[in-house]
């Protein structure tokens, strides 16, 4: 899976995912990969172009960091010459060049039967801002839980219509933190 979100870091429109229901599981969704094919698809054309973007990108990133590099140095002169001979500088640590971050997919859609607590979303979510985990950690401890999913709270508002909601938050904030994320290496 970490291959793929990587891969949609570099190239987003590689692939397109959606959310299906599962044929194994009950009440469970699969994630559906699929290429975009356009009107003049051609196996072998089609998967070469897509590989040869693929590649183009990876190589930009490496050239970025590249670039990076001759400027730490003040190697400002090489820069032309070695893009011209279309290599890397020889101190230049290929090997060394920060991971791909990882992209995001889709989003799972949320339906009465996979609709959670707090606490169970935090016990299946891999969240990586530490920051947002502690708040969401916090506010897991101080929520009660509660039994009967039709009570309403102080605002007269059901259970499940409350969790739906802190999910929605949850994940626009997990998406608005990848789009400045992203923001930030581009």
């Not at 969704?29 to 973007?53: A, G, Q, T, V």
């Not at 050239?63 to 090489?78: I, N, P, T, V």
Request: with cysteine.
């Amino acid at each position: 899976m970490k291959s793929l979100k990587q891969i949609l870091f570099l190239y987003p429109d590689a692939y397109i995912l959606e959310w299906l229901k599962s044929t194994k599981k009950k009440n469970e969704l699969d994630l559906l990969m699929k290429i975009p094919l356009n009107e003049n698809y051609i196996k072998s054309s089609f998967s070469d172009s897509r590989r040869k973007i693929f590649k183009d990108l990876i190589l930009q990133r490496v050239a970025f960091f590249h670039k990076e590099f001759l400027q730490e140095k003040g190697l400002f002169s090489e820069e032309k010459k070695l893009e011209k001979a279309r290599t890397w500088h020889f101190q230049f640590k290929i090997e060394e060049i920060p991971q791909i971050p990882e992209g995001n997919l889709p989003v799972k859609p949320i339906n009465e039967k996979n609709c959670q607590s707090l606490n169970e979303f935090l016990k299946s979510s891999d969240i990586k801002n530490k920051d947002f985990l502690k708040i969401l950690q916090e506010t897991a401890r101080k929520t009660p839980e509660r039994n009967n999913e039709n009570s309403s709270n102080k605002l007269g508002l059901s259970q499940k219509l409350l969790e739906k909601v802190l999910y929605f938050f949850i994940n626009f904030f997990v998406f608005y933190f990848s789009i400045n994320f992203l923001a930030f290496f581009l």
